[in-house]
């Protein structure tokens, strides 16, 4: 029954060969171990940040179907194909959450149809971020929920910046309504691109070729400006991972890709940010995010703060960049001295909890080193798999060869069980590799190949018994087939106990390839269970009412000569 | 030589494996020392995951020999480049490479053997991945046996749980010890095999210890038999069981390490299935001979087990002197064996 269904589910899907691991199938493993200095172990939280960080990067740099997964500290970013060395760079950068200056701001292209114009509609903002406008259905949508949908970057602050939002004036006019208790001052998030980038389309509406038109690049770089006009933010990597340097000044894309920076020297690190919350606020109800800051930042922040804060647009915003990305840039509408901030802006619970996320676990410096690279190359993972394969097949045909030869015709019911136990075994790995990330990898192999003797064990455990039965005088084999089957299953049960402990300690506490292993053993364990009980024993009961077998033929392997019935060493055990 | 083997097939065959405890004992106690000796003189080839390093994988191309392919890779600005032959591959192991510099040896190699880069395959490992990996090991082994303890308690008694484990602490050393004389290399897929051995060395000892606890669950006040003897009787009704369990538990595995080593050279399936081939044969070994007797030493510690032995001794010393006046020889077959057991016993 549970074959046909397995069966049924895989005739359904059309998936006849599980998927592979990296080292059968080609790619490159990275295991990433956090290094913290004083060796504790990290939080999961953190570690759940990072494993979303580096997933947005490597999906960032457009390789498909790559894995990012947690395992026990470490990380494993599976990449398929081999040597994908930017890949590699990529996912072993720390990310390091700065604060800097805002010096100036564009949309995310030069092309003169994204650039938002004065009085930007949603559907035009929408226009320069084609990440998230493919999975957005409606301009009303997008200003509801922006950060509900599933574009790589959709974080925070694609809600402050794509939002129908406020310009600077009406930002500035929020301060004057919203003054909060002593202490906690705040900044608003209101950098929208079309508030930022108006001063563009005001110099040259139709030439847009240069983004920094109208703006004051004074105490910039030059050769910035240049990488700024060329840099193209709606590209799928905008720049995640990127190693910049906290003591220059630096071109980045907002991290939905809707705008561009060039920022200043790093005027707060990360690591001076205590903690980071969202909340509500009491008086107007609207979510937003609360920023603590550790002494030595508490003083650096109240600095910045006091110095930009009477600048113009867009010098006023402060952006927190991390990861290369710009995550939010909010206006500085006062000094903030308390070593507190609030960042107010158009959020939902969700996005207020992202950012408090970012900002906070973006301040923990989980710095990782790579443990382990190993990249495979295609033909070398054919190489193991056909190996593991034959293996395989070799090993079922000497252990089918020794069963026929010592058990006859009951080494037939043997060969029965262990192909429908292969059968099983094999639905079993297809199925799940399908329809929950299964990937059968070469310690699977090894491990699925190595309990053909589990599943053999069982049945020689019940043969054995059975001719006991029968030496021990039980005349007929039905009986025989009864008594033992109540005594094998005992055994049988104690025994793959045994190895169902083994595999489950050595799954949950092993690194690496050892869990697959474990993973192939558990599975098959229960596997052996589910064929003994429910194919091999039936078919016992079943056979033993043939005449073939229940009168002793020479060949079934229950024969009157091989039983030894006269043995005396048996006499004196039956004795006992 | 051909009536012991069907015998063997006949599933007829009675060992006194327990009467020779001494003998295994012995044997073991010889073969941990020379293990442990080895642990300490040599110690473990700990593979490139525990040093920390780089290896790289290429097929071989013919008229390329080990000194060329050394060069070639030295002059990518790389040291300590070792090259083997791993079936139709070389293997090049260099000290731990960062990113770039691994780029360039793939690079190297690419040109000068005219295949693609992707055809290279690299393996670079930080110098504590092996000892993360090593530390998880040891906490893994260590619950486990706590764990298999337990169980084996409830579900037996203690005294088999000891057995079983003593037996399995055994079979890791001296398994250990294998590869410390023959310097095989020890990566963390031989460390694999090395817990998968945990499994198995129980496997068959759990076996045993059933059909011994049926056995002697039978053993009443009727004094025929001794804790020993039925436990002795018990463990040779289950050598054919344990005997083809156990080959049919390493049939697969030996199919592995021979394509293991003949198909792929060095690697998981090579690392893996000879921890396991040879933790499998000693556990073999130690199921029948080392668990079985050291319970058998436990139990008859016991008081119940003491004075049944007694009442059986006394009974046998009986019935020899009955037979010793009647001058009647002890009847053949396999009855024999058994008495000649119990009589060196007694001499004990």
């Given at each position: 029954?549970?074959?046909?269904?397995?069966?049924?589910?895989?005739?359904?899907?059309?998936?006849?060969?599980?998927?592979?691991?990296?080292?059968?199938?080609?790619?490159?493993?990275?295991?990433?171990?956090?290094?913290?200095?004083?060796?504790?172990?990290?939080s999961?939280e953190s570690?759940?940040r990072?494993?979303?960080i580096?997933?947005?990067?490597?999906?960032?740099?457009?390789?498909?179907?790559?894995?990012?997964?947690?395992?026990?500290?470490?990380?494993?970013?599976?990449?398929?194909?081999?040597?994908?060395?930017?890949?590699?760079?990529?996912?072993?950068?720390t990310a390091e959450l700065r604060m800097r200056?805002?010096?100036?701001?564009?949309?995310?292209?030069?092309?003169?149809?994204?650039?938002?114009?004065?009085?930007?509609?949603?559907?035009?903002?929408?226009?320069?971020?084609?990440?998230?406008?493919?999975?957005?259905?409606?301009?009303?949508?997008?200003?509801?929920?922006?950060?509900?949908?599933?574009?790589?970057?959709?974080?925070a602050?694609?809600?402050?910046?794509?939002?129908?939002?406020?310009?600077?004036?009406?930002?500035?006019?929020?301060?004057?309504?919203?003054?909060?208790?002593?202490?906690a001052a705040r900044a608003?998030?209101?950098?929208?691109?079309?508030?930022?980038?108006?001063?563009?389309?005001?110099?040259?509406?139709?030439?847009?070729?240069?983004?920094?038109?109208?703006?004051?690049?004074?105490?910039?770089?030059?050769?910035?400006?240049?990488?700024?006009?060329?840099?193209?933010?709606?590209?799928?990597?905008?720049?995640?991972?990127?190693?910049?340097?906290p003591?220059?000044?630096?071109?980045?894309?907002?991290?939905?890709?809707?705008?561009?920076?060039?920022?200043?020297?790093a005027a707060v690190q990360g690591t001076e940010i205590s903690g980071a919350q969202a909340?509500?606020?009491?008086?107007?109800?609207?979510?937003i995010v609360q920023v603590d800051f550790k002494s030595r930042g508490a003083t650096l922040f109240a600095d910045i703060t006091?110095?930009?804060?009477?600048?113009?647009?867009?010098?006023?915003?402060l952006a927190n960049v991390l990861d290369?990305?710009?995550i939010v840039a909010p206006?500085?509408?006062?000094?903030i001295?308390g070593g507190s901030a609030r960042i107010?802006?158009?959020?939902?619970?969700?996005?207020a909890t992202e950012l408090a996320d970012q900002l906070k676990y973006g301040a923990l410096p989980l710095?990782?080193?790579?443990?382990?690279?190993?990249?495979?190359?295609?033909?070398?993972?054919?190489?193991?798999?056909?190996?593991?394969?034959?293996?395989?097949?070799?090993?079922?045909?000497?252990?089918?060869?020794?069963?026929?030869?010592?058990?006859?015709?009951?080494?037939?019911?043997?060969?029965?069980?262990?192909?429908?136990?292969?059968?099983?075994?094999?639905?079993?790995?297809?199925?799940?590799?399908?329809?929950?990330?299964?990937?059968?990898?070469?310690?699977?192999?090894?491990?699925?190949?190595?309990?053909?003797?589990?599943?053999?064990?069982?049945?020689?455990?019940?043969?054995?018994?059975?001719?006991?039965?029968?030496?021990?005088?039980?005349?007929?084999?039905?009986?025989?087939?009864?008594?033992?089957?109540?005594?094998?299953?005992?055994?049988?049960?104690?025994?793959?106990?045994?190895?169902?402990?083994?595999?489950?300690?050595?799954?949950?506490?092993?690194?690496?390839?050892?869990?697959?292993?474990?993973?192939?053993?558990?599975?098959?364990?229960?596997?052996?269970?589910?064929?003994?009980?429910?194919?091999?024993?039936?078919?016992?009961?079943?056979?033993?009412?043939?005449?073939?077998?229940?009168?002793?033929?020479?060949?079934?392997?229950?024969?009157?000569?091989?039983?030894?019935?006269?043995?005396?060493?048996?006499?004196?055990?039956?004795?006992? | 030589?051909?009536?012991?083997?069907?015998?063997?097939?006949?599933?007829?065959?009675?060992?006194?494996?327990?009467?020779?405890?001494?003998?295994?004992?012995?044997?073991?106690?010889?073969?941990?020392?020379?293990?442990?000796?080895?642990?300490?003189?040599?110690?473990?080839?700990?593979?490139?995951?525990?040093?920390?390093?780089?290896?790289?994988?290429?097929?071989?191309?013919?008229?390329?020999?080990?000194?060329?392919?050394?060069?070639?890779?030295?002059?990518?600005?790389?040291?300590?480049?070792?090259?083997?032959?791993?079936?139709?591959?070389?293997?090049?192991?260099?000290?731990?490479?960062?990113?770039?510099?691994?780029?360039?040896?793939?690079?190297?190699?690419?040109?000068?053997?005219?295949?693609?880069?992707?055809?290279?395959?690299?393996?670079?490992?930080?110098?504590?991945?092996?000892?993360?990996?090593?530390?998880?090991?040891?906490?893994?082994?260590?619950?486990?046996?706590?764990?298999?303890?337990?169980?084996?308690?409830?579900?037996?008694?203690?005294?088999?749980?000891?057995?079983?484990?003593?037996?399995?602490?055994?079979?890791?050393?001296?398994?250990?010890?294998?590869?410390?004389?023959?310097?095989?290399?020890?990566?963390?897929?031989?460390?694999?095999?090395?817990?998968?051995?945990?499994?198995?060395?129980?496997?068959?000892?759990?076996?045993?210890?059933?059909?011994?606890?049926?056995?002697?669950?039978?053993?009443?006040?009727?004094?025929?038999?001794?804790?020993?003897?039925?436990?002795?009787?018990?463990?040779?009704?289950?050598?054919?069981?344990?005997?083809?369990?156990?080959?049919?538990?390493?049939?697969?595995?030996?199919?592995?390490?021979?394509?293991?080593?003949?198909?792929?050279?060095?690697?998981?399936?090579?690392?893996?299935?000879?921890?396991?081939?040879?933790?499998?044969?000693?556990?073999?070994?130690?199921?029948?001979?080392?668990?079985?007797?050291?319970?058998?030493?436990?139990?008859?510690?016991?008081?119940?087990?003491?004075?049944?032995?007694?009442?059986?001794?006394?009974?046998?010393?009986?019935?020899?002197?009955?037979?010793?006046?009647?001058?009647?020889?002890?009847?053949?077959?396999?009855?024999?064996?058994?008495?000649?057991?119990?009589?060196?016993?007694?001499?004990?």
């Amino acid at each position: 029954m549970l074959i046909l269904v397995m069966g049924a589910t895989v005739a359904l899907q059309k998936a006849f060969v599980p998927k592979f691991g990296l080292d059968l199938a080609g790619g490159t493993t990275v295991t990433l171990s956090p290094v913290l200095a004083n060796g504790k172990a990290p939080s999961q939280e953190s570690l759940d940040r990072a494993v979303t960080i580096i997933r947005q990067r490597v999906n960032g740099t457009g390789i498909s179907d790559a894995q990012v997964a947690k395992a026990n500290d470490n990380i494993v970013i599976q990449i398929p194909g081999a040597g994908r060395d930017e890949a590699l760079r990529l996912v072993s950068t720390t990310a390091e959450l700065r604060m800097r200056q805002v010096l100036a701001v564009a949309a995310a292209t030069n092309q003169p149809a994204e650039v938002p114009t004065a009085a930007p509609t949603p559907s035009s903002s929408a226009a320069a971020t084609p990440a998230a406008t493919a999975s957005e259905s409606t301009p009303a949508r997008q200003s509801a929920a922006p950060s509900g949908n599933a574009s790589p970057a959709g974080r925070a602050l694609s809600k402050a910046l794509t939002a129908p939002s406020p310009d600077p004036s009406t930002s500035t006019r929020a301060t004057t309504h919203r003054r909060a208790g002593a202490g906690a001052a705040r900044a608003k998030a209101s950098p929208s691109p079309s508030a930022a980038a108006s001063p563009s389309p005001t110099a040259a509406p139709d030439d847009a070729g240069d983004p920094l038109a109208g703006q004051d690049t004074s105490g910039i770089d030059p050769a910035l400006l240049d990488e700024f006009r060329k840099i193209d933010c709606t590209a799928k990597n905008r720049g995640q991972g990127a190693l910049d340097d906290p003591n220059k000044q630096i071109v980045a894309c907002s991290d939905d890709g809707t705008a561009r920076y060039i920022l200043d020297k790093a005027a707060v690190q990360g690591t001076e940010i205590s903690g980071a919350q969202a909340g509500t606020d009491p008086t107007t109800g609207e979510w937003i995010v609360q920023v603590d800051f550790k002494s030595r930042g508490a003083t650096l922040f109240a600095d910045i703060t006091r110095r930009i804060t009477s600048l113009p647009a867009p010098r006023n915003q402060l952006a927190n960049v991390l990861d290369g990305v710009v995550i939010v840039a909010p206006t500085i509408e006062e000094a903030i001295p308390g070593g507190s901030a609030r960042i107010s802006g158009s959020f939902t619970q969700k996005t207020a909890t992202e950012l408090a996320d970012q900002l906070k676990y973006g301040a923990l410096p989980l710095k990782f080193q790579q443990s382990s690279v190993v990249s495979v190359s295609s033909t070398l993972g054919q190489d193991q798999l056909r190996g593991g394969l034959i293996a395989g097949a070799l090993g079922l045909i000497v252990v089918v060869f020794y069963l026929l030869l010592y058990y006859r015709g009951l080494g037939l019911i043997g060969m029965a069980s262990l192909a429908v136990a292969t059968v099983f075994t094999y639905l079993t790995v297809d199925v799940l590799s399908h329809n929950a990330g299964f990937r059968l990898s070469l310690p699977h192999i090894i491990g699925l190949v190595v309990s053909i003797g589990i599943t053999a064990d069982s049945f020689i455990v019940y043969f054995e018994r059975i001719r006991d039965e029968i030496k021990e005088g039980r005349r007929t084999l039905r009986s025989a087939v009864e008594v033992a089957w109540r005594r094998a299953r005992r055994t049988i049960l104690v025994a793959d106990a045994v190895m169902f402990i083994a595999a489950v300690v050595l799954y949950f506490l092993a690194v690496g390839d050892v869990a697959g292993f474990a993973f192939a053993m558990g599975l098959t364990t229960l596997i052996d269970i589910v064929v003994v009980f429910l194919f091999t024993k039936p078919l016992m009961s079943l056979v033993a009412r043939l005449r073939f077998f229940s009168k002793g033929h020479k060949l079934s392997g229950l024969d009157a000569e091989r039983m030894g019935r006269t043995s005396p060493a048996e006499q004196t055990l039956q004795e006992a | 030589m051909p009536g012991v083997i069907s015998r063997l097939y006949r599933g007829d065959i009675n060992i006194d494996f327990v009467g020779k405890r001494k003998v295994w004992y012995g044997l073991s106690v010889f073969l941990l020392a020379v293990s442990i000796l080895g642990l300490v003189l040599n110690g473990l080839n700990l593979g490139v995951e525990f040093r920390g390093g780089s290896v790289f994988d290429f097929t071989r191309t013919p008229g390329s020999s080990i000194e060329q392919v050394r060069e070639t890779v030295a002059d990518a600005g790389v040291h300590q480049v070792i090259v083997q032959q791993a079936g139709p591959n070389w293997r090049v192991t260099t000290e731990s490479l960062q990113g770039e510099e691994v780029t360039k040896v793939q690079q190297t190699v690419a040109k000068k053997y005219g295949i693609t880069e992707d055809e290279v395959s690299s393996q670079v490992i930080g110098a504590t991945w092996g000892g993360e990996v090593s530390q998880k090991a040891w906490i893994g082994l260590a619950v486990f046996m706590i764990a298999i303890m337990l169980y084996l308690s409830v579900a037996f008694e203690w005294r088999m749980a000891l057995a079983a484990i003593v037996a399995l602490v055994h079979d890791l050393v001296i398994t250990a010890g294998v590869y410390a004389w023959s310097g095989f290399e020890v990566t963390p897929a031989t460390m694999l095999g090395f817990l998968t051995i945990l499994g198995y060395s129980l496997y068959d000892a759990v076996v045993v210890f059933d059909m011994i606890k049926e056995v002697t669950g039978k053993l009443g006040t009727s004094a025929k038999m001794t804790y020993t003897q039925a436990a002795n009787n018990a463990l040779s009704h289950t050598l054919i069981r344990s005997l083809n369990t156990s080959l049919v538990a390493i049939l697969p595995v030996a199919a592995i390490l021979f394509i293991g080593t003949t198909l792929l050279g060095a690697g998981t399936l090579k690392d893996l299935s000879l921890a396991l081939f040879v933790g499998m044969v000693v556990g073999t070994y130690s199921s029948l001979c080392v668990a079985t007797p050291i319970l058998v030493t436990l139990k008859e510690r016991e008081p119940k087990w003491q004075a049944l032995a007694q009442r059986v001794h006394a009974k046998e010393a009986a019935a020899a002197k009955a037979a010793r006046t009647a001058k009647e020889p002890v009847s053949a077959g396999s009855q024999n064996v058994t008495a000649q057991a119990t009589d060196k016993r007694k001499k004990r």
